[in-house]
Every structure is written in C-alpha cells, then in structure tokens.
C-alpha cells in the first residue's frame, strides 16, 4: 500500500494542496493523508500557537500513515516543505515533493510588481477580483505578530536538516512567486544531499503553485516523478 502525506502553508489549509491530493484520490488507491496544522484551516486561531506543534501534529500523521503503508511519498507547501524536508531525514520516507518551499521567504520584486497589480486594479475598480488581494488581505489582518516569528523560528531550526535530505527528490518553484524567491529552488537543490534530484521552475506560477496557470503541468510533474 502506498500512503502520500500533503502539508499545507503557514495560515494555510488544506485547500492550498487539494488540486494534487484530489488528483491522486481519483487516480491511485493510495492513502492519502491531508492534515491540518494546528491554528490553521478556514476557522484560523494561531494565537498561542507555537512551532513545535506544528511539527508535532507532522510527525504524528506521518507516523499514522506509516502504520498503513509500506511506501510513503511527502509532499510539502511553502512552510509545509520545510517540515517536508525535515521529516524526510527523520523517517523512512521514499519520495519527497517541495513545493514553493520556503526556507527563504518574501521576494521584494515580484512582491512590488504583485501590490502595482493591485493598485492598477484598485483603480480600474476591480480590486476584489485580484486573487492575491482576496487571499491575503485577510491573513495581514487577522495573523498575530508572534505567530509570524513562530514561522520564522520553525524555518531556522529546520532548514539546517535540508543539508541531510538523501531521498529522491523534485523541488517545483514558481517563477512569479511574491513570497518565496524563485531561486531559493536552486539553494535547496544545492543543499540537499540526495542522488536522485530534480528542479523545475513554473514559469506561470506565483506562490500558490497548485491553484496557478501552470496547475496540470504541476500535477503531471509530480505525478510521473512519483509512479516512475
């Protein structure tokens, strides 16, 4: 039996990886496991919420879905590929998938050119059409600062495990993405330590590399790199 296991973003849900995990419920019998980090989901309250639980609540799913299946596939978005990095040097895991992985964050260039988009918008009054202003104008509000430091203090301690990642891996990356540099893809293909490793820019993809212009390609990419 197969298991995939998919981590969403920091203030994400599940929502952010389910076009892939949707595509493998309808094409494979595999186990697949979507959890929800705690504070998270469309009913956030990250208040009070500390790092280490997200890790905890990783690690415990994992460790379920390692009881069902015999092979196992991580994939992980944004802040959920770091723990993806992470869990794949602590467990025995076959395949790891990093999406947007964010061990770097904020690119300053396309975020200027994504709040120019936003201004143009606001001037054309279509505003609330702008998907990145409808997904995040939300999350600015409501994230409390400490909860931001919380994501910052996972990605320190666990970027470090990157340098220990020995398992087939594909690292797909958004050309446009507004919060974690593109070539931040490059680092981590550098830093990890695995034989079988694979980098693929989306050259239509902003930070959401599921739900973007690139989408099937995304889904076809990840697909053949884990049934071949």
Not at 178 to 207: F, N, R, W
Request: hydrophobic share 40%; aromatic share 8%; proline share 4%.
């Amino acid at each position: 039996m197969v298991g995939c296991m998919l981590i969403h973003g920091f203030t994400g849900a599940p929502y952010e990886v389910e076009p892939l995990a949707a595509y493998f419920r309808n094409h494979t019998n595999w186990v697949v496991s979507v959890p929800t980090l705690p504070g998270h989901g469309e009913e956030e309250t990250l208040r009070g919420v500390s790092f280490n639980q997200w890790i905890d609540t990783a690690e415990a799913n994992l460790k379920e879905l390692m009881k069902k299946c015999e092979t196992v596939y991580v994939i992980g978005f944004s802040m959920g590929g770091v723990l993806a990095g992470y869990l794949a040097t602590k467990y025995q895991v076959d395949k790891l998938v990093l999406l947007s992985a964010a061990i770097h964050y904020i690119h300053p260039i396309q975020m200027m050119k994504d709040i120019g988009g936003m201004i143009t918008d606001l001037r054309r009054g279509t505003l609330l059409q702008n998907e990145l202003f409808s997904r995040y104008s939300k999350k600015l509000k409501t994230t409390p600062v400490l909860a931001s430091i919380e994501f910052r203090k996972l990605v320190q301690k666990l970027k470090p495990s990157f340098k220990s990642v020995s398992v087939p891996t594909i690292i797909l990356q958004g050309k446009l993405d507004g919060m974690v540099p593109y070539k931040t893809a490059h680092t981590i293909y550098h830093l990890i330590d695995s034989d079988e490793k694979q980098i693929c820019i989306m050259e239509k993809s902003k930070h959401l590399i599921c739900h973007g212009e690139d989408q099937n390609d995304v889904i076809d990419k990840v697909f053949h790199f884990l049934t071949n």
